[in-house]
């Protein structure tokens, strides 16, 4: 499956984004899907994740009540809705898809999108 990830951009703290994240190849209701980021000179962290069938989301703790996972099989496509904004959210976002039901842990991903940078400014 190929993923491509869209929506970032630059924004103001406080304010909100919704990164998409759109499959080919192959249908996404197989896949749990999830969020993970890279700022500079950091290691990969976790953002969120849901199942395959959307019943489960679970997220990181720095992220807990300010950003919402959400998918659509039909469409194909996974989103990560991103309210109150800080710059220390500032990343590059990825998205990915593992076979698992879902993992906080990247190396249980299977494929991964190019990544969409997220900028946020105090």
């Known amino acids: 499956v190929q993923l491509q990830a869209s929506g970032g951009g630059l924004v103001r703290a406080g304010g909100s984004l919704r990164l998409s994240c759109a499959a080919s190849?192959?249908?996404?209701?197989?896949?749990?899907m999830g969020w993970f980021r890279q700022a500079p000179g950091k290691e990969r962290e976790f953002v969120a994740a849901?199942?395959?069938?959307?019943?489960?989301?679970f997220y990181g703790d720095s992220v807990k009540g300010r950003f919402a996972i959400s998918r659509d099989n039909t469409k194909n496509t996974v989103w990560l809705q991103m309210n109150s904004l800080k710059p220390e959210d500032t990343a590059v976002y990825y998205c990915a898809a593992t076979y698992a039901s879902f993992s906080n842990d990247g190396n249980r991903y299977d494929y991964w999108g190019q990544g969409t940078l997220v900028t946020v400014s105090s």
């Open positions: 849901i199942t395959w069938d959307a019943g489960n989301t």
């Open positions: 190849g192959r249908t996404l209701s197989r896949y749990g």
